[in-house]
């Protein structure tokens, strides 16, 4: 199944529930079970340059922030 932009925003945050939810990029890539994680990579940069993503560090880690819906 591939990755899909949605998939990555709602595990990353639930508007209701955790609106500043923090993921780092070690539990995308397990969560999205990736091997391979250059098309993660280009999403990720793709949804930081629209600002729907802000790129944050958790325990010494990449990590990323939802920043709009």
């Known amino acids: 199944m591939p990755i899909r932009k949605i998939d990555i925003l ?3 945050t639930d508007f209701r529930k955790t609106p500043n939810e923090i993921k780092s990029l070690s539990e995308l890539k397990a969560h999205l079970k990736l091997t ?6 280009s999403m990720l940069e793709e949804m930081k340059q629209l600002r ?17 819906k």
């Open 10 to 12: 709602n595990f990353i």
């Open 36 to 41: 391979d994680d250059s098309a993660l990579l």
């Open 52 to 68: 729907t993503l802000r790129e944050v560090e958790k325990n010494g880690e990449r990590a990323f922030q939802v920043t709009a």
